[in-house]
């Protein structure tokens, strides 16, 4: 069993800046892609940027140059740096990974719960 989970979400101002991390447990023998999506009420889910286990980023277009994507393969963690945050922001952010259990194993789209990020002043 893989789970994810997201901390750091909260209520921010505009123009504001908030670091969400996701970490990954559970039995993994290797995570390859790891992001992160939004989702606003109403809306679909979203992809915001995603990492390769390398460090190869893409980002959406509505968050480059304000958003920033890392992660440690030793912690098996991704974070996202937010920065300049807009009230067209506020979603509930999930985590994303693909994970392979074992050597044999084929690889699984694992989810976070998600956490909300709000920006309001």
């Known amino acids: 069993q893989v789970q994810l989970v997201e901390s750091g979400g909260g209520l921010v101002q505009p123009g504001g800046s908030l670091r969400i991390s996701c970490a990954a447990s559970?039995?993994?023998?290797?995570?390859?892609?790891m992001g992160w999506y939004r989702q606003a009420p109403g809306k679909q889910r979203d992809l915001v940027a995603r990492?390769?286990?390398?460090?190869?980023?893409n980002y959406a277009d509505l968050v480059k140059c304000r958003f920033t994507i890392s992660r440690d393969n030793a912690k098996n963690t991704v974070y996202l740096q937010m920065n300049s945050l807009k009230p067209e922001d506020t979603a509930v952010y999930y985590c994303?990974?693909?994970?392979?259990?074992?050597?044999?194993?084929?690889?699984?789209?694992?989810w976070g719960t998600g956490t909300l990020v709000s920006v309001s002043s």
């Open positions: 990492i390769t286990r390398s460090g190869n980023t």
């Open positions: 994303h990974a693909v994970v392979e259990v074992s050597p044999l194993s084929g690889a699984k789209n694992i």
């Open positions: 559970g039995s993994i023998y290797w995570i390859n892609d």
